[in-house]
């Protein structure tokens, strides 16, 4: 069966430091999102990418980046973490504009 | 700023009984419409896709759209123990073409055994 998975799961590290979190999907959906959820604020896009070398920021951009090399991958690299960064990490995919998006299990990353 | 708001609950409702969740959406060119389901510690789940006003129906569930008022619902039928959950409802703001899609903050459904 087709699906997404997020890795780590579970992640503690220090201020300043480079974190990447993965997402690797195999429903073979060229549109892929990363979304932050923390309390009182529910669901924030944080980028996306619409195919391969296609990356664009989304609501809650800064101090995050992505990469997108391949179909199935999308990456999400935080520069220099900060304790704001601390947050349940999901990654979504498509398949077309206007359709359900499929969630991974999530990535709880905790900055201290 | 396209916005998509959702009472944040708890709504408690008896074991049987009907739970009614409500979403209003602002962008009048929104054409999909997504109800999410998520238990604590776990990531959404689609439950309900509607897409035309009216009525949708799928077992216990069924998603109300209407475009006119901005506003769709979801109604669980002889709510269980189990459809305690967070229920998010989710737009893809910006008309037929975007991919991306708008979240509320969710109503935390609360099931009285």
């Known amino acids: 069966d087709a699906e997404i998975t997020q890795s780590p799961r579970h992640k503690i590290t220090e201020t300043g430091r480079q974190v990447t979190l993965a997402c690797h999907q195999t429903w073979n959906h060229n549109n892929m999102f990363w979304y932050r959820q923390d309390l009182g604020h529910g669901l924030r896009l944080i980028h996306y990418?619409?195919?391969?070398?296609?990356?664009n920021k989304g609501e809650v951009s800064d101090g995050y980046s992505v990469s997108r090399s391949n179909t199935e991958d999308l990456p999400l690299t935080l520069e220099s973490a900060a304790s704001s960064q601390t947050s349940v990490y999901f990654c979504?995919?498509?398949?077309?504009?206007?359709?359900?998006?499929?969630f991974g299990p999530g990535t709880r990353l905790t900055v201290l | 700023q396209k916005e998509v708001e959702q009472n944040s609950g708890p709504l408690s409702v008896p074991e049987g009984a009907i739970a009614s969740l409500n979403c209003t959406y602002s962008?009048?060119?929104?054409?999909?419409f997504f109800w999410y389901r998520q238990y604590s510690g776990k990531s959404p789940e689609l439950i309900m896709s509607i897409y035309s006003n009216g009525d949708k129906e799928d077992g216990r569930f069924t998603a109300q759209l209407n475009k006119a008022s901005q506003y769709v619902s979801l109604l669980i039928r002889d709510s269980q123990p189990s459809d305690s959950a967070t229920y998010l409802c989710a737009v893809n703001a910006g008309g037929a073409g975007s991919y991306q899609l708008t979240f509320g903050k969710g109503t935390k459904l609360s099931v009285i055994p």
């Open positions: 962008d009048r060119v929104s054409q999909s």
């Open positions: 990418s619409y195919g391969v070398q296609d990356t």
């Open positions: 979504a995919s498509t398949l077309k504009a206007g359709t359900e998006q499929f």
